[in-house]
């Protein structure tokens, strides 16, 4: 056990339960832990940087998107980082990668503790993260985090992405920055989640779909209990500093929520801007200018996965559960969202 600066104690998986999520998730082969008290599941090297995210300094000018896996992450990295950077569409470093611009606060631990590289023993010098790290951070060491030290040398005004939830976080965060918190019907997640693991080899899920939903249902995946980062999320709905969007409106109504974004980060575009934002990050386009928050690295995915069902944005619909859940798994769901979620008001869109 280890008691972490956030007052979590993570404890780690062992037994059948251990052997039973490395069979099913073969990228999960350097250790997993689970947070107490609340069960927040991640791979074993999360510890190494726990600390250090956790004691961040938010800056006034910094935007945190805030998601669970699978909710919209990658497009709200694009909508704000064009949004501050580029909405007339001339910004030369807008084709540079998005983790360079809009960062993955805490991707080392997934780099680090899972089978998705070979780091931080053998860093690939061709990997264009690596090439980015060293450019940007020289001296640096490699194993106190790529990612997290990128963020640190990133210049004003950093648009930072993360999967954590608030406990995980500074205390101050609200107070210092303002975060965008994008919430997805979980259906659909569950469908986009399955994907993704199956396509990223540091995930590497071989089991049914149906099983799938049963670890998701359990709290068994990494950055889970997606419940309650949701319950954080709707508590703090009402802060300043705090925007809680869903995916499936701005799926609905694009330009609509682009002109709230635009009020809650005090960007001030123009009509003609919020149209050049609104066709940018469109999923045609950002799909044909293969925009995805991970390694270009080859390694990186199941190449089986990626011919056969689609790569990183693979469809960016609501709805597409409908074709993969059968009655019998939406009411578990559904009992899933009563449960934890019936009482607080929060109600999901399951199709536009």
């Known amino acids: 056990m280890m008691k972490l600066a956030s007052g979590h104690t993570a404890v780690e998986l062992e037994g059948e339960e251990l052997k039973r999520l490395e069979r099913d998730f073969t990228g999960y082969n350097k250790g997993i832990v689970r947070l107490q008290p609340d069960r927040w599941f991640f791979a074993k090297a999360y510890t190494k940087f726990a600390d250090k995210i956790y004691n961040m300094q938010w800056k006034p000018s910094d935007v945190c998107i805030m998601t669970y896996p699978k909710c919209g992450t990658t497009w709200m990295q694009e909508i704000i980082w064009t949004m501050r950077n580029n909405p007339d569409l001339d910004n030369p470093m807008a084709s540079a990668p998005l983790y360079g611009r809009s960062p993955f606060l ?5 780099l680090f503790g899972t089978a998705a590289s070979n780091l931080p023993e053998h860093p690939d010098p061709n990997d264009p993260l690596i090439k980015d790290f060293k450019k940007k951070c020289p001296g640096k060491k490699i194993e106190d985090g790529l990612m997290l030290q990128l963020t640190d040398v990133l210049p004003e005004p ?70 309650l980062m949701l319950r954080q999320a709707w508590e703090r709905r009402s802060h300043p500093n705090m ?34 934002v609104a066709e940018y990050t469109s999923f045609k386009s950002m799909k044909e200018r293969g925009v995805q928050e991970a390694s270009s690295n080859d390694s990186f995915w199941v190449k089986e996965v990626l011919e056969k069902d689609g790569g990183f944005m693979r469809k960016g619909t609501a709805g597409d ?17 009563q449960k934890h979620l019936g009482d607080i008001g929060l109600s999901f869109k399951y199709s536009l």
């Open 243 to 276: 925007h809680l969007v869903f995916f499936e409106d701005f799926k609905a109504d694009i330009k609509g929520e682009l002109r709230k974004l635009d009020t809650f980060i005090g960007t001030g575009l123009s009509d003609k801007q919020i149209d050049n």
């Open 158 to 227: 950093r648009t930072i992405k993360t999967h954590l939830n608030f406990d995980l976080l500074s205390p101050q965060i609200l107070d210092n920055a303002k975060v965008v918190f994008v919430a997805r019907n979980p259906k659909d997640t569950i469908v986009s989640y399955h994907h993704h693991s199956r396509l990223i080899r540091g995930h590497g899920y071989t089991g049914t779909f149906e099983e799938f939903v049963k670890y998701f249902l359990a709290d068994d995946l990494q950055f889970s209990p997606y419940w």
């Open 321 to 337: 559960w409908k074709n993969k859940f059968t009655p019998e798994l939406e009411k578990l769901v559904d009992d899933w969202t």
């Open 106 to 110: 805490e991707m080392d631990f997934f």
